[in-house]
């Protein structure tokens, strides 16, 4: 920026300033009489005045040529930089575009090459393939051995094995068990004890389902002719309807214990008393219900079942003797093989571990 200018405009409006303030009488009195009481305080002021005037208008001139030489050197420095960078990205472009002339100069002398021996190179594949399928040729041919020899070993085994007098009294052993009826003794109670569950049964749907499948058993362990999969078709359409019956019932039971349904209403899963064979047990004597056995505290827990049944890492975890942990502390935190925690203060001896 030129502060010559501002400075020069600035002194103007205070001459022009000075010269109407001179120019009025009463300031001309005023100043005469300062003049007269603060003369030589005044002249010392207007000197440092004077002094700090010349002293601004030498440093707006020496930032002047700052600036102009500032000016100067970027205008000059700036086409040595063009020019440089010229120079510099023909040399880059010039570079790059001997390296891929060399590349492609290269790929011609290899295909050049590879055309000059293609006999040569063909020569050499037929080689190797023969070679491959020679090897695909043996290496089949051993296994096609392999696999006769082993069925002739697996024969030969056989027939030894049907020698031995074991497998005689195997044979034998199965082909009894297989005659083998069950007295029908045993399928009278079998039938009355079908019998009996049915009639605690819920629903009629149910009973018939179990029905049906109880007739299905005795026919497939007599070996009686029948038609398996119409059967098995059936048992399904069954089962299905059975437990399409319980879904109104545990939806009652789900509202009397939600405390929605009446007090008076009774419970529909309770199931009436059984009978097993001439004895009839009197109405009242057996009641159960699903849901409260599902909820007793008797049933082990998901987090107990994953526990007793997980998974082991290592597989000889699972052959005996296993590894387990109790732990006793302070006589009243008991800390058990299965995990369990037991927190009392009992006046008895206690058993922690024993053979």
């Known amino acids: 920026p030129n502060f010559k200018s501002a400075a020069q405009h600035y002194q103007k409006e205070l001459q022009q300033f000075k010269n109407e303030i001179t120019n009025n009488e009463n300031v001309k009195d005023v100043i005469d009489f300062l003049k007269n009481t603060f003369g030589t305080v005044f002249g010392q002021i207007a000197a440092i005045l004077q002094e700090i005037s010349n002293i601004v208008e030498k440093l707006i001139d020496v930032l ?36 891929l002339e060399y590349a492609k100069t290269v790929i011609e002398t290899v295909l050049d090459k590879i055309k000059q021996f293609k006999t040569e190179i063909e020569e050499v594949v037929d080689v190797v393939s023969d070679f491959v399928q020679e090897i695909g040729h043996l290496i089949s041919g051993a296994v096609i051995g392999i696999h006769k020899e082993l069925k002739d070993f697996l024969h030969v085994l056989w027939e030894q094995i049907q020698t031995l007098h074991t497998y005689s009294l195997i044979k034998e052993k199965l082909q009894e068990l297989k005659n083998y009826q069950i007295p029908e003794q045993y399928w009278t109670m079998f039938q009355d004890l079908v019998k009996s569950v049915e009639q605690v049964l819920p629903t009629p749907e149910f009973q018939t389902f179990v029905k049906s499948a109880a007739d299905y058993f005795e026919k497939f362990v007599k070996q009686q002719p029948f038609n398996k999969v119409e059967s098995l078709k059936q048992l399904f359409t069954e089962l299905s309807a059975a437990l399409d019956s319980l879904v109104p019932i545990l939806k009652e039971l789900a509202e009397e214990f939600s405390g929605k349904a009446s007090p008076s209403s009774p419970p529909k899963l309770l199931l009436p008393g059984p009978s ?13 219900s699903l849901l409260n056995w599902i909820k007793s505290p008797d049933l082990p827990s998901l987090s107990e079942l994953y526990y007793t049944y997980r998974p082991k890492n290592s597989p000889i975890d699972i052959l005996p003797p296993f590894d387990a942990s109790a732990q006793l502390i302070g006589g009243t935190e008991f800390f058990t093989f299965d995990k369990k925690h037991y927190s009392f203060k009992g006046s008895c001896s206690y058993i922690l571990s024993t053979d």
């Open 64 to 99: 002047n040529d700052a600036l102009k030489k500032i000016t100067a050197s970027i205008k000059a420095t700036i086409p040595k930089l063009k020019e440089a960078y010229g120079k510099t990205s023909d040399i880059i472009i010039q570079m790059v575009d001997d390296i």
């Open 276 to 288: 097993f064979g001439s004895f009839v047990a009197p109405p009242g004597t057996v009641r159960f």
